[in-house]
């Protein structure tokens, strides 16, 4: 079983930047979907960004232009760098993957605050 870990969280002004980091106990090169979502206080967890197998990426309207997902295949790592954060940014942040027989994964989340 695949296990993700999260890490990069923390606080940051707003205007300023972060990259959290998802390392995976497996190879990602096997990984079919690759995603971060992220979970406001009070609210439902959201999509914020994926990368498929074949090197697509999506971006939810939130956060395009400003948040770029990535990989280190050599490291088995999913990154999400976030540029220009802004208070709405705040969240809990999952790294999540989809497997090779459609098992969805998910990691224990990073607390991402942006102070105004």
């Known amino acids: 079983q695949v296990r993700l870990i999260e890490s990069g969280g923390g606080l940051v002004q707003a205007g300023g930047s972060l990259r959290l980091s998802c390392a995976a106990s497996?190879?990602?090169?096997?990984?079919?979907?690759m995603d971060w979502h992220r979970q406001a206080p009070g609210n439902q967890r959201e999509f914020a960004a994926r990368?498929?197998?074949?090197?697509?990426?999506y971006y939810s309207n939130s956060v395009k232009g400003r948040f770029t997902i990535s990989t280190d295949v050599t490291n088995n790592t999913i990154y999400l760098q976030m540029n220009s954060l802004n208070p709405e940014d705040t969240a809990t942040y999952y790294c999540?993957?989809?497997?090779?027989?459609?098992?969805?994964?998910w990691g224990q989340g990073a607390q991402v605050t942006v102070s105004s």
């Open positions: 999540r993957v989809v497997v090779p027989g459609g098992v969805v994964i």
């Open positions: 497996g190879s990602i090169s096997s990984f079919n979907v």
């Open positions: 990368l498929t197998s074949d090197g697509t990426t």
